[in-house]
């Protein structure tokens, strides 16, 4: 299969042609219709995740045609359309067994602790547990955007955000999970603020009903110009980018009882964020973490899509092919980076 690959962190990222992967016992294979590049890859790439092994294949949200299954997989067949969340469960440990398949104990994850999707193929541990099925109303390339940027959104603002009609919502960092923040929380009737340093990334958010926008590039203080915004802080922050200064403006923009979700990665190589632990106690401040979303738990999401109500494809703002993924891939780290998610169709 022809295949994106790059042998040492921050260096050249080539196409090649490499063996087809093949599907484990309870594993299976998909054949890669769309997959979305994310700034998740991105960081894999410069050497932020220490679960990568070189050579590598990066891409972590797919959508495609399952091509083989393993030998005792029992509810997929080749010929099915699926797409599968970032973190694949195991379906047996004890996070598992609660339900919460997004922390597996014995989580993998394409495109970090193995091969990814930019590519014509990918393999899938625990296809049971992990694959979703789609609906012949959503094409690929919008299904690809689910599996991370969108599903990671929907439960970052619902499930630990739990965001409600009239909060004020802060979205720190508008690229595909924030615009996706901004789309789920406007849709359950929630007030949106977003920031941002790119004026076309501000504009996407209230075309997808930011009610304000703060264009971080031209104020002294982020937090105070969200807490003049809201009239006092937000309900609800969320730090959908991952840098010390967008995390910290999170909190610091909160209002008393205000809830920070963070859902942005910060590189190791940031310095650690200090935590203004008098404002979290003065404040009565929850700090929370969202790591995407379990297969289980797509159901919902995926009916609110098929009806019209959340309009995920909105996010797409190109299409590129296997050729043109590393000169995009390295461009992210890049200021002014396109607004929207850009998708690789193999």
Not at 271 to 280: E, F, G, Q, S, T
Request: proline share 5%.
């Amino acid at each position: 299969m022809r295949a994106v690959v790059y042998d040492e962190f921050g260096g050249r990222v080539a196409v090649r042609d490499v063996p087809d992967p093949a599907p484990g016992p309870r594993g299976a294979v998909i054949r890669v219709e769309a997959t979305g590049l994310c700034r998740s890859d991105w960081h894999g790439w410069m050497g932020h995740d220490e679960d990568i092994a070189l050579p590598h294949v990066p891409g972590h949200e797919f959508a495609g045609v399952v091509a083989a299954v393993g030998s005792e997989v029992t509810r997929w067949n080749a010929g099915d359309r699926v797409t599968v969340p970032f973190v694949c469960a195991c379906g047996t440990c004890e996070q598992c067994a609660a339900g919460d398949h997004q922390i597996c104990d014995r989580q993998s994850q394409p495109g970090f602790t193995g091969w990814g999707s930019f590519a014509e193929l990918v393999a899938v541990d625990h296809a049971d547990v992990n694959l979703v099925g789609l609906p012949d109303s959503l094409d690929a390339v919008t299904a690809a955007s689910l599996g991370c940027r969108f599903a990671t959104a929907y439960r970052a603002v619902l499930a630990q955000g739990q965001v409600t009609d009239g909060q004020w919502v802060a979205v720190h960092g508008c690229g595909g999970v924030g615009l996706s923040a901004v789309m789920v929380a406007t849709s359950v009737g929630a007030r949106v603020v977003a920031v941002d340093v790119n004026p076309a990334a501000l504009a996407l958010a209230v075309s997808f009903g930011a009610e304000a926008t703060v264009d971080a590039s031209a104020v002294h203080d982020t937090a105070l110009a969200v807490r003049e915004v809201t009239n006092g802080g937000a309900h609800v922050s969320i730090d959908a980018l991952g840098s010390v200064q967008t995390c910290t403006a999170s909190i610091r923009g909160l209002r008393k009882r205000g809830r920070h979700v963070q859902v942005g990665l910060l590189p190791d190589s940031a310095a650690v964020p200090v935590v203004p632990m008098d404002l979290v106690i003065a404040r009565e401040l929850e700090i929370v973490g969202s790591h995407g979303m379990a297969a289980h738990a797509y159901a919902e999401m995926l009916e609110q899509v098929h009806s019209g109500h959340l309009r995920p494809g909105l996010l797409v703002a190109g299409r590129i092919g296997l050729d043109d993924a590393g000169a995009a891939l390295a461009a992210m780290g890049e200021p002014g980076a396109p607004a929207g998610v850009i998708v690789i169709v193999p």
